[in-house]
């Protein structure tokens, strides 16, 4: 399968800093993306387009984690589907895998302290496994395992993290999604974007 993706990718996980913008690698089995992503306040906002089979497709969701929902939004139609969301953060009864320095340590500076954590996603009843690794000081995501039968392995690598965002209002539901009714079937930032 040929796949061309042109993505921005915003994004904030529980207790990395407020504002924070940079770079991500998103791989599985079908894709290879390379995005921009932004964090605040806990809301993410992936934008995708690109072609499958001579075929030209667009996505553009917007991840709301504090009020639990994801908008999946179709601008030519001008129509919202709501579903109900499930978090994304390293949960309370995640297990520490390991602390280590990335790079270097025998100097100031060569290396970076990070944590490690693994466990299954509580709110999939075991169904999800995660292993994140973020910084010690920080909390800035460094990457990500994530493995379900739906989306099989995805590896996720955050690179080029700066302060700051571009953009605050891309954070808001446009017009026409507030009269969108929330759908039954419960997502997560992996099961949505696949």
Request: with cysteine.
């Amino acid at each position: 399968m040929n796949v061309l993706h042109e993505v921005n990718h915003v994004v904030c996980v529980t207790g990395t800093p407020p504002l924070l913008s940079g770079r991500m690698s998103l791989v599985n089995l079908l894709y290879n993306v390379y995005n921009r992503y932004d964090a605040f306040g806990q809301h993410i906002r992936l934008w995708e387009s690109g072609q499958v089979q001579s075929k030209s497709f667009h996505v553009d969701l917007l991840f709301l984690f504090r009020e639990g929902v994801v908008y999946i939004i179709d601008h030519r139609n001008r129509t919202c589907q709501k579903n109900p969301l499930h978090p994304l953060h390293i949960p309370h009864n995640a297990s520490l895998q390991s602390q280590v320095v990335l790079g270097g340590s025998s100097a100031p500076g060569e290396g970076l302290l990070v944590n490690t954590w693994t466990g299954d996603v509580p709110e999939t009843g075991g169904e999800c496994k995660y292993l994140a690794t973020v910084t010690e000081f920080g909390c800035v995501p460094v990457s990500m395992l994530y493995y379900s039968a739906r989306t099989d392995w995805i590896v996720t690598t955050y690179f080029n993290a700066v302060k700051g965002i571009e953009d605050l209002e891309q954070l808001i539901p446009p017009p026409f999604c507030a009269d969108a009714e929330t759908e039954d079937e419960k997502l997560d930032f992996f099961s949505a974007f696949f």
